[in-house]
């Protein structure tokens, strides 16, 4: 009788930098995906990624969460707030709206937006709670909604 294997734990192969996916994770909606997107990171990015999800359901009442692009989107009232996704080395946090929060986050990703702006975590100690907190506080004010869902 042959030994029954544990399938083995597959590992997001993660992109050195912004091109427009972080990961080949595929595009679906719902907490699930979302989880298992940030289950299947290498870390530090999978506990940075855990803590960035735990600020915005602890935040957020009617967090949503969809899987686009490679990334994790969180949003609320049907629209969408933030993205986090996982790179070789780091994880972005990127405000769709970011221009608009006070103050502004530091960095202007690549390929997101003009409007977009967010920062970039090595570790957990790069991850200002207090900061996070009130920008995702904010950006859940005036969720991105795209033209095609208004109608």
Not at 13 to 37: C, H, I, Q, R, T
Not at 57 to 82: H, I, T
């Amino acid at each position: 009788m042959a030994k029954k294997t544990a399938p083995a734990k597959t590992t997001t192969k993660l992109k050195k930098a912004m091109n427009g996916k972080a990961s080949p994770a595929k595009a679906v909606e719902g907490d699930k995906p979302v989880f298992d997107y940030i289950a299947s990171l290498p870390q530090p990015q999978r506990g940075i990624a855990e803590c960035i999800d735990a600020l915005a359901a602890k935040n957020l009442p009617g967090l949503q969460r969809s899987v686009k692009w490679g990334m994790a989107y969180y949003g609320v009232d049907g629209g969408w707030c933030f993205a986090s996704g996982a790179f070789v080395g780091h994880v972005k946090l990127m405000f769709i709206r970011g221009t608009d929060l006070k103050p502004e986050p530091p960095i202007t990703p690549v390929a997101m937006g003009k409007a977009t702006r967010g920062v970039e975590l090595k570790t957990l100690k790069d991850l200002d709670e207090r900061q996070v907190a009130a920008w995702m506080k904010q950006a859940a004010t005036m969720p991105f909604v795209s033209a095609a869902k208004k109608k």
